[in-house]
């Protein structure tokens, strides 16, 4: 199997390391063979930022960053500075995934969103937890839900682990959701709650080969929310196993 999307890796697995040393991590990660990151909280460290990714030789196609109820133009000022091409709503309250009334009106304020990061040639996304997949509607996942009423100029950022620790098969999710699955956090571990439980990609219980044949558009962006070994050790495992997966 091959892509034309370089592996990327959410920075939050590394926060600890970033807070201390963000130019170093960078580095570290470039040094590790990613090319690509996707910061978090990056606004409030855009000068930083500015300077380590180039430096570190890494580029942010995608970015996390709160948006809804937001004031828009830092967050639009510091994506551009950056070279975000996708900024993506990392978390929006479970309260709002109950009714299909909310989840539509989730969908249409991402909508307004994403028509004034056009103007500044910024696309806007969404990515899920377990909840989405959790909190049925009408017996119909309420991220499915979501899907169906997303404007067209809002993509997804489908989070596969969680997907599957929602009771839902993520590959079947990635087929039915199509070409609006524009990024995928690819982790692995046991499926469970249990955060530091996760390991390196290819080394838990996740169907990362039906995952990615499943949403070959999309590029991978690799994370651990917590873990119990070392997580540079655990990037590194997962960029061997996810080249050899795509080779």
């Not at 937001?70 to 551009?80: R, S």
């Not at 500075?81 to 539509?104: A, F, K, Q, S």
Request: hydrophobic content about 45%; cysteine-free.
């Amino acid at each position: 199997m091959t892509t034309a999307s370089p592996i990327s890796v959410q920075l939050y697995t590394v926060r600890d390391a970033i807070a201390a040393d963000l130019p170093g991590t960078l580095k570290r990660i470039a040094d590790l063979g990613y090319t690509q990151v996707e910061p978090y909280a990056f606004v409030d460290r855009v000068d930083e930022y500015a300077e380590a990714l180039p430096a570190a030789g890494l580029t942010a196609p995608s970015a996390h960053v709160g948006l809804i109820g937001k004031d828009l133009e830092p967050i639009f000022a510091a994506a551009t500075r950056l070279g975000v091409g996708t900024i993506i709503d990392p978390h929006i309250d479970e309260t709002r995934w109950v009714t299909r009334e909310d989840v539509e009106a989730i969908a249409a304020e991402l909508g307004e969103i994403a028509d004034a990061a056009a103007a500044h040639d910024l696309r806007i996304g969404y990515h899920n937890h377990a909840f989405e997949l959790e909190n049925l509607i009408d017996g119909t996942p309420a991220l499915e839900v979501f899907a169906a009423a997303l404007p067209a100029n809002v993509v997804l950022e489908i989070d596969t682990y969680w997907v599957e620790v929602g009771g839902v098969d993520a590959a079947e999710l990635l087929a039915r959701l199509g070409d609006k699955v524009q990024f995928l956090h690819v982790k692995d571990g046991p499926k469970n709650k249990n955060d530091v439980e996760q390991v390196a990609v290819g080394r838990g219980s996740m169907p990362v080969r039906d995952i990615l044949q499943a949403a070959r558009q999309a590029t991978p962006v690799v994370e651990l929310d917590d873990h119990a070994g070392d997580v540079f050790t655990a990037l590194a495992d997962s960029l061997e196993f996810l080249q050899g997966v795509r080779a």
